[in-house]
């Protein structure tokens, strides 16, 4: 892998994102204003339930890092295509592989600026600050980024094979599990049949194990075991889903059509 072949797509991504509002807007300005109204809305509640308000902020900022991550690497695609540039790119030399983890280098970018805007945000307004819980959150925010870069490559491998009238799954897919998460209750409350769902995302143990440290204090292993083992086996088969559509394209030279 060329490093500078990497870091020329992140500073591509750099210059695109000064001059495009909906790029600042999509960092920034969406995930501000989420938290914002959650956070408002938390705080009214928290007369009712104490520990709900942190639940709620905590859960909220960790729900916005996977979306962004797993919509901004498929999004960054999607532009490439909109623009017709994706050829042009790919003329240059630079292999798929070092194209897409530039790809998820810029998301990890975005994401950790809108992380560092809601932890003020959050600071500022309710008090709270997701930093305290310490390693905790970061071994669950590891977890969570492997999941969101997993579903990002899977987007642009649907996207590759199937054209531009299915890249709207790229927004879709986080919300269409996002019930099956255990973003903002346990996973206990659903029903068995969907707990079964629940119980193979590794999102749901990431947020299972940040309500158990939020409430307990003490770092939930088990919880953060099984996300990582779920993680590295759905990163295998998404990365040789993804190898098996780029040959596919390549071969009925749809990529080009694309």
Known sequence: MNLSRVYAIVLRHFFLTRHQMERIADMLLFPILGLVLWGFLTSYAQGFANSFASFFIGAMIL????ERVSTSVGVDFMYDVWERNLINILATGITTFEYIVGLVLVALVKVL??????????FVFFHFSILNLGLPIVAFWINLVIFAVTLGIFNVAI????GNSIGPLTWVIPFVIQPFSAVFYPVSVLPKVLQVISNALPIAHVFEGMRYTLGSGNFDSGQFFIALGLNIFYFVVVVAFFAHMFSLVKKKGSLVKL
């Open 113 to 122: 600026i809108s992380f560092m805007a809601m932890t003020v945000i959050s």
């Open 159 to 162: 996207v590759m094979r199937w």
């Open 63 to 66: 729900w916005v890092i996977f």
